[in-house]
């Protein structure tokens, strides 16, 4: 069924009394073990994890954490074999989390590792025979890895690298047609990966390029429309690609932290709410049940490391600041909650059609239509679930929903 989103501010019910929110809003989500500026970090089977980086104390790390959503709780893992480091790179495909490059206080490193959450084991693979960098791209599309950019004790660089997962071999990629450059941001779509912005000697760049994994040729993409950026953080979800924070075209603090999302379909970036406060430079990010997750960085305003993470939901086919200025009210009300009968009952000021939910682990559970004023729930273990709220097609809103 084509979703469409509905011009509506919805109302939440958590634990048996409403909320009004904001369709889109940042909220606090707990706070980080410590704080960091270059974390690593990804999302595996419903969990975060964060890994090396700078912390605090200007240290470079080897400590590893994984986090749970649900209870909010972060874990202490084994740290990393690969050694303390930081300004490295990360990225998953197929369930597996790929990470390497990046400085300790001796070298750069020209190594990638895999590491496997159903084992919780690293497994160090081909290093690259490019030049050992910090600062790079690292995107996973259609079987293969892909690096390139950063730089080196000798400046920035332009090359790109390609890693075949099956064989575990390097190849050469045609350079990026563009400038040296060094932290630019970077995600994959589909079989697509798209790299740019950056900085490469005084220059903070705003071009943007893809490289189509069908034709094996670089594409130069439409320039980004907001300031040029540089050591943000950035992700993929649901079709779109997505760029948060960093710093402006002066290598300094911009005045929000900006989120936007890229369409490759037609070439354009949307501008979403801001996380709080300034933006901040090095900052991690990884994406559970369309819901991103934003930690550590470092703040240039005030020289500190903050340690509060922050969420936000990504509705899955996005929406901008000027629609979600435009939404209307819909209220709508599901009881008991928390629930351990067979049926969930609902009040609305809409006809609804049917219920998306998905577990806590981003599972999608299934679609239940509804009857009169209830759906039927009884297939559903304990635990947190999300439901998601459909009319004619249209999402109407969301809320969570606690299983007994």
């Known amino acids: 069924?084509?979703?469409?989103?509905?011009?509506?501010?919805?109302?939440?019910?958590?634990?048996?009394?409403?909320?009004?929110?904001?369709?889109?809003?940042?909220?606090?989500?707990?706070?980080?073990?410590?704080?960091?500026?270059?974390?690593?970090?990804?999302?595996?089977?419903?969990?975060?994890?964060?890994?090396?980086?700078?912390?605090?104390?200007?240290?470079?790390?080897?400590?590893?954490?994984?986090?749970?959503?649900?209870?909010?709780?972060?874990?202490?893992?084994?740290?990393?074999?690969?050694?303390?480091?930081?300004?490295?790179?990360?990225?998953?495909?197929?369930?597996?989390?790929?990470?390497?490059?990046?400085?300790?206080?001796?070298?750069?490193?020209?190594?990638?590792?895999?590491?496997?959450?159903?084992?919780?084991?690293?497994?160090?693979?081909?290093?690259?025979?490019?030049?050992?960098?910090?600062?790079?791209?690292?995107?996973?599309?259609?079987?293969?890895?892909?690096?390139?950019?950063?730089?080196?004790?000798?400046?920035?660089?332009?090359?790109?690298?390609?890693?075949?997962?099956?064989?575990?071999?390097?190849?050469?990629?045609?350079?990026?047609?563009?400038?040296?450059?060094?932290?630019?941001?970077?995600?994959?779509?589909?079989?697509?990966?798209?790299?740019?912005?950056?900085?490469?000697?005084?220059?903070?760049?705003?071009?943007?390029?893809?490289?189509?994994?069908?034709?094996?040729?670089?594409?130069?993409?439409?320039?980004?429309?907001g300031e040029a950026r540089v050591a943000g953080t950035q992700f993929s979800n649901q079709g779109f690609g997505y760029v948060l924070s960093g710093d402006g075209d002066n290598h300094s603090f911009m005045n929000t932290g900006e989120m936007w999302r890229y369409n490759p379909a037609n070439d354009t970036w949307t501008q979403l709410p801001s996380h709080p406060g300034r933006s901040l430079w090095a900052p991690g990010s990884f994406v559970i049940s369309d819901t991103i997750y934003f930690m550590g960085g470092f703040n240039r305003q005030f020289s500190s490391y903050p340690t509060t993470m922050y969420k936000f939901h990504l509705n899955p086919l996005g929406i901008g600041n000027e629609e979600q200025q435009a939404l209307e009210t819909f209220s709508f009300d599901f009881y008991p909650n928390p629930n351990s009968g067979t049926y969930l009952e609902y009040k609305s000021n809409m006809e609804i059609d049917e219920v998306e939910i998905i577990d806590a682990q981003g599972k999608f559970m299934g679609t239940y239509p509804t009857n009169g004023s209830r759906i039927d729930i009884s297939n559903l273990a304990a635990g947190f679930y999300q439901l998601r709220i459909y009319r004619k097609g249209e999402i109407l809103g969301q809320q969570k929903l606690i299983r007994k």
């Open 1 to 225: 069924m084509k979703r469409n989103i509905i011009r509506t501010t919805f109302f939440s019910l958590i634990l048996g009394f409403s909320t009004t929110l904001s369709a889109q809003s940042w909220i606090t989500a707990g706070t980080i073990p410590s704080g960091r500026h270059h974390p690593v970090t990804f999302a595996l089977n419903g969990y975060g994890y964060m890994l090396t980086g700078t912390n605090s104390f200007g240290a470079l790390t080897d400590d590893f954490y994984r986090y749970d959503p649900v209870t909010d709780v972060w874990a202490t893992l084994p740290d990393f074999p690969g050694g303390a480091r930081s300004f490295s790179i990360g990225t998953t495909y197929e369930g597996l989390a790929y990470m390497g490059f990046g400085v300790s206080n001796t070298q750069y490193f020209d190594d990638l590792w895999v590491f496997d959450p159903q084992t919780g084991q690293w497994t160090e693979l081909a290093s690259c025979p490019g030049n050992a960098r910090r600062h790079p791209s690292l995107m996973a599309a259609d079987g293969k890895i892909y690096m390139g950019l950063g730089n080196d004790n000798s400046g920035d660089l332009k090359d790109f690298w390609v890693y075949d997962i099956q064989t575990d071999t390097w190849s050469q990629l045609p350079d990026i047609p563009a400038s040296s450059r060094h932290h630019p941001f970077q995600f994959a779509i589909g079989k697509d990966v798209f790299s740019g912005m950056g900085h490469g000697g005084n220059v903070i760049y705003d071009d943007w390029y893809k490289w189509d994994t069908l034709t094996n040729n670089w594409a130069t993409m439409a320039n980004f429309p």
